[in-house]
């Protein structure tokens, strides 16, 4: 049994990255390999969980798995759990974060902070990390703080 969120094939080639940075991000999703093992887990696999029809289709088309193998389902989300989070603001006042844009030793402080305590780490993921990776992903931010954070 494999789930598929999507192919790996498809992420390469709408991130295009280049051959030396493929082969240097040798476990991320660009990987230079990556391909290859999705290759493998799908050739594999005796039966699929697709998380959408788009991500089927696109099993079908590029591995040429009979549509019998896979079936759709969606991800979601028990609401329930969300019932009582949080006023907005109250997190970060709790923990005493502030991220500034452009303040590189504050935020790897921060940061080097979050991996030192797990129930900080959790709950910033909980509360939008991937929101802030996605805001502050760019290579020479992420340079720059790893710098910082390894002093």
């Known amino acids: 049994m494999l789930t598929v969120h999507h192919l790996v094939k498809d992420v390469i080639r709408s991130n295009n990255p280049s051959l030396i940075s493929r082969i240097r991000d040798i476990s991320g999703e660009n990987g ?3 391909p290859y093992i999705e290759k493998g887990c799908i050739k594999y696999a005796d039966k699929f969980i697709a998380v959408s029809n788009f991500t089927k ?3 079908i088309e590029t591995y040429k798995v009979p549509s ?3 079936e759709v389902v969606y991800n979601g989300i028990d609401l329930s759990k969300y019932e009582n989070l ?4 109250e997190f970060k006042r709790k923990y005493k974060i502030k ?5 590189y030793k504050k935020t790897a402080k921060y940061i080097k902070k979050l991996y030192n305590n797990p129930e900080l780490s959790i709950k910033l993921r909980e509360y939008g990390f991937e929101k802030f990776k996605k805001e502050f992903n760019k290579e020479e931010y992420y340079k720059k703080l790893m710098e910082i954070y390894r002093k």
């Open 32 to 34: 230079f390999f990556v």
């Open 57 to 59: 289709k696109r099993i």
């Open 68 to 70: 019998d193998k896979i």
């Open 86 to 89: 949080p006023k907005r603001g």
């Open 99 to 103: 991220f500034e844009i452009g303040n």
